[in-house]
Antibody, heavy 117, light 107 residues
Framework: VQLVESGGGVVQPGRSLGLSCAAS????????FHWVRQAPGKGLEWVSL????????YYADSVKGRFTISRDNSKNTLDLQMNSLTAEDTAVYYC???????????WGQGTTVIVSS | AIQMTQSPSSLSASVGDRVTISCRAS??????LGWYQQKPGKAPKLLIY???TLQGGVPSRFSGSGSGTDFTLTISSVLPEDFATYYC?????????FGQGTKLEIK
């Protein structure tokens, strides 16, 4: 049972970046997934959630309108497209299968996004 | 958005102490609350879900209680490996929200 994020890096303010999360070892299409981030030295911030079938998507106010979550159940992948990035988006980004209704707790290792000129 | 107020922000304890961390929601969230442990450089780990249900593999010295707006995480007898930062997360209503975190330090 594993989640592996990729796509992090250094990006200039105002630019875009896409993150991916590859799942293995369980029935991906049966679960909702989260993105959670953590800015350097700060606490955890919930970012986004997508339902098991991709029809329902939810976002934190801080990213609504700029970030888009999506999934491909045929490829067992979860994505986060991040547009109009600012320095406040600098963080480690985790994909996660967790929470009250999931019955599971699986997190990726995290991928680092640095927004800097 | 539902605000989660977690207290204290930091806590010093000795091995063997009983410690309690609280989270208060700005509105009724039923029992849709989880408690997470995070160690430096690592991903969070779910300890308790649905306010009081122990996640599989988590030691029984961890327990959760509460419903509605007031929730508590208790460690009955702290061990050295428990020194970490703890967060609550409400997943009742989007946007989901974490508490600010409680750093448990060695006294």
């Amino acid at each position: 049972v594993q989640l592996v994020e990729s796509g992090g890096g250094v990006v200039q303010p105002g630019r875009s970046l896409g993150l991916s999360c590859a799942a293995s070892g369980f029935t991906f299409r049966g679960y909702a997934f989260h993105w959670v981030r953590q800015a350097p030295g700060k606490g955890l911030e919930w970012v986004s959630l997508i339902s098991y079938d991709g029809t329902k998507k939810y976002y934190a106010d801080s990213v609504k309108g700029r970030f888009t979550i999506s999934r491909d159940n045929s490829k067992n992948t979860l994505d986060l497209q991040m547009n109009s990035l600012t320095a406040e988006d600098t963080a480690v980004y985790y994909c996660a299968l967790t929470g009250t209704y999931s019955g599971m707790d699986v997190w990726g290792q995290g991928t680092t996004v640095i927004v800097s000129s | 958005a539902i605000q989660m107020t977690q207290s204290p922000s930091s806590l010093s304890a000795s091995v063997g102490d009983r410690v309690t961390i609280s989270c208060r929601a700005s509105q009724d969230i039923g029992n849709d609350l989880g408690w997470y442990q995070q160690k430096p450089g690592k991903a969070p780990k779910l300890l308790i879900y649905a306010a009081s249900t122990l996640q599989g593999g988590v030691p029984s010295r961890f327990s959760g209680s509460g419903s509605g707006t007031d929730f508590t995480l208790t460690i009955s007898s702290v061990l050295p490996e428990d020194f970490a930062t703890y967060y609550c997360l409400q997943d009742n209503n989007s946007p989901y929200t974490f508490g600010q975190g409680t750093k448990l330090e060695i006294k």
